[in-house]
């Protein structure tokens, strides 16, 4: 599990740390956190891929692929639907470049989201929680998971969409540590905040 090697690689600096996830790396520190909270000092999830069951029933598991690169030509042209201002083509070309590293195991993150409820984990997180919503295909399901997680703070990123760390980078890298430099929410619940 990765969630496990990642664990003890956190547990042997000895002291708490903070973990930022995006996308399934979200999933991933949100799993660390709820399962060892001792190994965490604060927690920041961007872009939650929290899934309801009906939704995970409908995602794509599978990754087919063709002699005539046909897949690759769709991998390029979803991403430069969804490209931001501010990311060069040379920055959304090795995204696509790699997406393309897993071949056909792609499909294993999008399997192992559809197999997991990941509202009972969310519910058991006790450390201080942030949520940073772009405006992307997951803001609903962040803002879901943030009603979930006790204490935590959700904040909405308008601004941002998709490939907003090449976009924005300095702006990224100024919410997140705003995030966690936050002080700690006293209350259950979520509160809104927009952009920093």
């Given amino acids: 599990m990765v969630s496990r090697a990642l664990h003890e690689l956190i547990a042997a600096q000895k002291e708490p740390v903070d973990l930022v996830g995006y996308h ?3 999933l991933l520190a949100a ?13 920041v999830l961007i872009s939650m891929p929290f899934f309801d069951a009906q939704r ?11 002699e005539d690169g046909s897949a690759l030509l769709t991998e390029w042209k979803s991403t430069m639907s969804v490209r931001p201002a501010g ?13 393309q590293r897993a071949g056909t195991r792609a499909s294993y993150a999008m399997a192992a989201l559809a197999a997991y409820d990941a509202a009972p984990m969310l519910r058991s997180i006790r450390v201080p929680t942030a949520l940073i919503a772009p405006r992307d295909g997951l ?12 204490g935590s703070t959700l904040l909405e990123m308008p601004q941002w969409s998709y490939g907003f760390f090449d976009a924005d980078p300095a702006g990224a890298t100024r919410a997140i540590l705003e995030a966690l430099d ?15």
């Fill in 24 to 26: 399934t790396g979200a």
């Fill in 182 to 196: 936050a002080p700690a929410a006293n209350q259950p619940g979520t509160a809104n905040q927009p952009g920093l």
């Fill in 31 to 43: 799993e660390i956190a709820a399962r060892h909270p001792e190994s965490v000092r604060r927690l």
């Fill in 87 to 99: 990311q060069s083509l040379e920055q959304a070309a090795r995204l696509v470049a790699e997406k």
């Fill in 56 to 66: 995970r029933a409908g995602l794509r598991t599978n990754t087919a692929l063709a």
């Fill in 139 to 150: 803001v609903t399901q962040t803002a879901a998971a943030a009603a979930l997680i006790p």
